[in-house]
């Protein structure tokens, strides 16, 4: 469904159960074959997953809530998946929606350790903290600075991949900002942190989004179309590195994408090269960029190059983010990983429209939260 900005949004009930009602009516499935339902938000009450799904049926299926910050989509896939893996279920619904609220995220809890303690505490020793500049442009804006520095990047690079992303946006009716923008207008928006302006970060966003998941012996049972497959997918979490090596690269994720991304190469059997299309977490333009060599889209070191020679979008070696990505298309956090799902899936189908990407049999997904959770998904095309 499209997703909207916080003035312009319906209340997450009413956006869940639209994003429910479609994803069953374009499963083929009602809503009274589904066993377990995973169900993610980040800024909600206990049970909003119910209150939610308590509009479509009260069959008395479990519902699990899912909170995993900005991967908090893909986490819920990542359980129906593994519960249909296991034999758990048949029929499975994944569920993420958002309801937020204009401005930069911040902390809701402030009687208490927030999890980003020890994050911060590497942050500030490594470039200070500056408590009037939001805390997540201040790590991936950091890391952006970091990687410029050690490459050479230049800034119109990371502004090239906001162009792209409006591009791409055009084409996509659900996303939030379609209006083209030139290099020029995304470095003169205001200054942020390091090397992001305005235009180089992602809006606060309202939106849901769901995905059926089921056997392949649910599908011919029902005569239900299963022509696309979850080939391979894995969820990481931090390890020491994030911490220890005082590298904010690694404070927002690197190391994770890059654990995740090998597992998934490997279950599938194939490599990056052969990967056409890619929805990847572009909070802000750095994080596209550093996500380029994390998933092993282009050697580490040669971020620039695939940009600058348009490697990233049509007519290059992948298409990424044909969505319009986070940047364009809009990120409401329990929502994003599973509208990634549904983009990629309508790629593998053929079914997306002047965004289609001729030929892809094969899609990758990277959803990341800090805190910090990553999962990696590929898709397959099962003809």
């Not at 958002?98 to 994050?119: C, I, N, V, Y």
């Not at 792209?164 to 996303?175: D, I």
């Not at 690694?250 to 890619?278: C, H, L, N, S």
């Amino acid at each position: 469904m499209p997703f909207s900005t916080p003035s312009k949004a319906r209340t997450y009930d009413l956006m869940g159960e639209d994003a429910i009602r479609r994803a069953l009516a374009d499963a083929g499935v009602s809503y009274g074959s589904v066993q377990q339902a995973y169900v993610g938000y980040v800024y909600g009450d206990s049970t909003s997953g119910q209150n939610v799904l308590y509009r479509v049926g009260m069959t008395g299926i479990p519902v699990v809530n899912v909170n995993n910050n900005c991967s908090t989509g893909s986490s819920a896939l990542w359980l129906a998946r593994q519960a249909v893996e296991c034999g758990a279920a048949d029929c499975v619904l994944a569920v993420g929606f958002e309801q937020m609220q204009r401005g930069a995220l911040g902390a809701k809890w402030d009687d208490r350790p927030t999890p980003f303690d020890r994050f911060s505490s590497v942050v500030e020793g490594v470039q200070g903290f500056d408590d009037d500049v939001p805390m997540a442009a201040q790590y991936f804006g950091g890391a952006g600075a970091v990687y410029a520095q050690r490459h050479d990047t230049k800034p119109e690079t990371f502004a090239r991949i906001s162009v792209k992303a409006r591009k791409h946006a055009a084409n996509n009716p659900g996303a939030v900002f379609r209006d083209p923008v030139t290099v020029d207008d995304v470095l003169r928006s205001p200054h942020i942190f390091g090397p992001l302006t305005r235009l180089q970060c992602c809006p606060p966003t309202c939106g849901a989004a769901a995905a059926v998941i089921c056997s392949p012996e649910f599908a011919r049972a029902h005569g239900l179309n299963a022509g696309v497959e979850i080939a391979a997918q894995a969820m990481t979490t931090d390890r020491p590195s994030t911490f220890d090596e005082q590298d904010l690269t690694k404070v927002v994720g690197y190391d994770m994408t890059v654990q995740a991304a090998r597992a998934v190469y490997e279950t599938a059997g194939i490599g990056p090269e052969d990967v056409p299309v890619v929805e990847l977490h572009d909070c802000f333009t750095t994080n596209e960029l550093l996500s380029y060599e994390a998933l092993g889209l282009t050697p580490e070191g040669t971020a620039e190059k695939f940009v600058l020679d348009g490697q990233n979008t049509y007519g290059g070696q992948v298409v990424t983010n044909p969505s319009g990505g986070l940047l364009s298309k809009g990120h409401p956090l329990g929502a994003t990983g599973l509208a990634q799902c549904a983009e990629l899936t309508w790629q593998l189908r053929g079914a997306a429209g002047d965004r289609q990407v001729d030929g892809a049999k094969v899609a990758l997904q990277h959803n990341l939260g800090l805190g910090g959770a990553c999962v990696v998904s590929l898709y397959r095309r099962v003809d």
